[in-house]
């Protein structure tokens, strides 16, 4: 009797693995089928609007580009070999949209998220510097001397922070086309929006690219940088 209850207990350990077996199998499928399916459809939406495809599969980078009139969009998922305390590697996002049709030649102009203003005097430089550094990484090293300033409509202002070296040349960049962009944005991360002397970038970081809905979203504030 006791043999026949190990043996059943045998049984059904197998049983066990077997099914987990199974399901694991399935996730896989399921997720590697809905990957093929996002992909694609962004391929349909490049083909409908006449932008290039180009595919991105790199042992550690993994994504696209999208190359359309006056504009590039790349969208990156990168992996490193360090193992994070999960046991997997981590993943880090660098979705920028960029064209050099349009620039600043008075200065870094950055319009992101709403950022409480802190008066704190060099502590105060400091937390925006890290903000800044969250917003553009390694680039923040660029956006020294920018200062808050206040443009656009206050609906603008409850929801976007700007800065800048020079107010006026805030005003020129922020038009009305781009305004509205900004207001109807849906996605759920807020863009930051970089005008430099080599050309315009539109950045998010925290999240994989890869929905039609996302990248329509980014060329749409495109258009608005390049004036409708």
């Given at each position: ?81 360090t193992p994070s305390q999960a046991g997997s590697s981590e993943v880090s996002f660098a979705n920028t949209w960029h064209t050099n049709r349009v ?126």
């Amino acid at each position: 009797m006791e043999l026949e209850g190990e043996m059943g207990d045998i049984v059904v350990s197998l049983i066990v693995i077997v099914v987990v077996g199974i399901a694991v199998v399935a996730i896989f499928v399921i997720s590697g089928k809905k990957k093929t399916e996002r992909e694609k459809a962004i391929q349909q939406l490049a083909m409908k609007n006449g932008w290039q495809y180009e595919k991105v599969h790199q042992t550690h980078e993994k994504g696209f580009i999208l190359r359309g009139e006056d504009w590039t969009l790349e969208a990156i998922a990168s992996t490193n070999d360090t193992p994070s305390q999960a046991g997997s590697s981590e993943v880090s996002f660098a979705n920028t949209w960029h064209t050099n049709r349009v620039n600043s030649v008075g200065g870094m102009v950055l319009i992101g998220p709403k950022v409480p203003s802190v008066k704190l005097g060099g502590l105060g430089d400091m937390l925006l510097q890290k903000a800044l550094q969250i917003m553009i990484g390694e680039e923040a090293d660029q956006a020294l001397g920018l200062k808050e300033v206040f443009v656009g409509r206050t609906s603008f202002r409850d929801r976007f922070s700007v800065w800048a070296t020079d107010q006026e040349n805030a005003e020129k960049l922020l038009t009305y086309e781009l305004e509205n962009e900004l207001l109807n944005w849906k996605m759920k991360e807020i863009p930051v929006i970089k005008f430099s002397a080599g050309g315009v970038e539109i950045i998010t970081r925290q999240d994989r690219m890869d929905t039609p809905e996302k990248v329509q979203a980014v060329v749409d504030l495109g258009r608005g940088v390049l004036g409708g």
